[in-house]
């Protein structure tokens, strides 16, 4: 059996190229990023937003009927009188700081 | 009511399909070689302004009954705990426990 002749790389560059022109492929022979992958990779969105199933809440019926019906919503309306009488007893939520220094944090012992 | 972290998630899922081709568009400019640097530069910088949300490795898949973000089963959605309940109650068909 005759021993195999080293093939020189310009013929392995040119059957490269040609490979490249037959499959329709790009010819890269420096691999250099062309950005590529980010174009041909699928759209991972779609798939993504339908993950938790769909929930119909009371708010959310409300809204989609534009004010033509309504369902009184009794877990929030409680939840308001809750807050209401809270703050009657004074044990309301702090009023927001309108500057850096009134701020609860600027106080804090580190 | 979903709490707070699946809020969050749901949040960041829409963001991420709403900016997708977007971001894709100027992801290809910047990683692409045969573009002048400038150019990559500039695509680069524009990446930087898109929301924290807008990234897809910002989304997490939680628990879609309980919410709990560790231990969930990716084939059925479900954390370890929400996965037994289920399954003992039989409404994960073709799941049963194992017994020999």
Known sequence: ?110 | MPNARVLRDIKARNLVKANEITRRAYLYVARNQSLPPQVRYQAQLQLNTFGKYTRPTTVKNRCTVSGRGRGIMSEFGLCRFQFRLKALAGEIPGVQKASW
């Open chain 1, 1 to 110: 059996m005759a021993a195999l002749a080293p093939v020189p790389s310009s013929r392995l560059a040119a059957l490269t190229r040609l490979r490249c022109a037959v499959f329709q492929t790009s010819y890269n022979p420096t691999s250099a990023r062309t950005g590529a992958k980010y174009l041909r990779a699928r759209l991972r969105g779609p798939s993504m937003v339908e993950y938790y199933p769909k929930e119909l809440t009371v708010a959310k019926f409300n809204r989609l009927c534009l004010g033509q019906w309504k369902i009184v919503d009794t877990t929030e309306e409680t939840r308001l009188a809750d807050v209401e009488a809270k703050k009657k007893r004074g044990k309301g939520a702090p009023k927001k700081a309108k500057t850096k220094g009134d701020s609860r944090r600027s106080h804090r012992k580190r």
